[in-house]
């Protein structure tokens, strides 16, 4: 699997939107980008995903660069709930299997 | 909607005891994952199964051992308790089905070891 950079913090007022970067210069192109969070002690939690199209969901949307060599995940309205470890993962989509290779996230804090 | 179950969610063992957590994944999900999360580190790939079968395995020690039955829970089985092994054990499932074959964590189980 590809490796990520994230920076390892960052802020963000509530209300306003939190754009979170990833770096994933080595990525192939059978592989996809996966966000995922973790809230405190909580079990990780599925964000969004995508090959080299821009897509939305209800939680974010994640931009990816044109030539896919990083990504920025978008959480449009940021409440104090959004306060978690963001793991950007960069794996191959494989229909009956693959395990996720957690590296270093980026604690975002979410300030009134 | 039916999330990941499992059990116990705490867990206090001495050294050298054994311990056996559960996992009880999504219904219709095929694939559960384990992973271990010590004070402070990221979660970690223990190992996987597809199928009742082991698919993937990362830095699971030989002391712990694990298996899916055929109802699909899996039950991760660990012996010879040591200091280092208190952490969090998450256990995830995913479906083939989901077009993104993302993966689903339970609550997690918090396993000291005194």
């Known amino acids: 699997d590809a490796k990520t950079t994230q920076p390892p913090s960052m802020d963000c007022a509530e209300g306003r939107a939190a754009n979170l970067p990833c770096n994933h210069s080595?990525?192939?192109?059978?592989?996809?980008v996966y966000w995922y969070r973790q809230i405190h002690s909580q079990g990780p939690q599925y964000i969004i995903h995508?090959?080299?199209n821009n897509e939305t969901n209800e939680m974010a949307s994640l931009i990816i660069t044109e030539d896919r060599k990083s990504s920025t995940l978008i959480l449009p309205h940021a409440t104090l709930r959004d306060t978690a470890v963001y793991y950007c993962?960069?794996?191959?989509?494989?229909?009956?299997?693959?395990?996720?290779?957690f590296g270093a996230g980026t604690t975002v804090t979410v300030r009134a | 909607a039916a999330g990941v179950i499992q059990s116990p969610r705490h867990l206090i063992k001495e050294k050298r005891e054994t311990a056996t957590l559960k996992c009880y994944p999504i219904p219709r999900h095929d694939t559960v994952y384990w992973y271990q999360q010590g004070p402070g580190q990221d979660p970690q790939f223990l190992i996987s199964?597809?199928?009742?079968?082991?698919?993937d395995k990362g830095s699971i020690p030989d002391r712990f051992s694990a298996q899916q039955f055929s109802d699909y829970h899996s039950e991760l089985n660990m012996s010879s308790l040591e200091l280092g092994d208190s952490a969090l054990y998450f256990c995830a499932s995913s479906s083939p089905l989901r077009p993104g074959n993302e993966q689903f964590f339970g609550p997690g189980t918090r396993l000291t070891v005194l």
């Open positions: 080595t990525i192939s192109g059978n592989e996809y």
């Open positions: 995508g090959l080299k």
């Open positions: 199964f597809y199928e009742k079968m082991q698919s």
């Open positions: 993962i960069v794996r191959v989509k494989r229909s009956n299997d693959y395990k996720l290779s």
